[in-house]
């Protein structure tokens, strides 16, 4: 048995509207959790609700349907709130803005792939590509397994833009 909001579904139940049901249940955790800014992923879904990745997918669409949530790079799902200012810009814009928001300077050590992935919401191997673009601009130097990227150019916002 799987509980939905003190609902009890029988797993042998037919699966004709289950995907809504999973739907409403994340719409009821995105309501009472004001700090949920990223949906679990499918396979979390599939796990927490016993229910086929199809189910969870679907899920995923009504919810972006109705302007709970946008898919973010990596497969992942963003929560969106309403009134809520939201940067539709490039991620290897917003990365680079770091730069100037942390008042970061020539040589400064940059905050890795990981940290940055958490801090925009998205994979680890998404923000690797953003910052090998900003490497491949001159924004950054170095980079790689094990290596601390650094700051070689502070850009203007001039130059963002």
Known sequence: MVSWEGERVSQQAS?????LRVAD???SRIETDPDMTE??????LMRDYKVSRGVALRAFGVLQR???????????WRVVRAGGPVDRRPLVDRVADIILEDELEAGAAF?????????FGVSRPTMTKALDKLEAAGVLAGGGQGRVRTVRAVPTREERS
């Open 25 to 27: 249940a994340l719409k």
């Open 39 to 44: 949906l679990p992923s499918a396979a979390d």
């Open 66 to 76: 109705d302007g709970v949530v946008e898919s973010v790079p990596g497969g992942r």
């Open 111 to 119: 905050p890795s792939a990981s940290v940055l992935a958490a801090r």
């Open 15 to 19: 699966p004709r509207g289950t995907f």
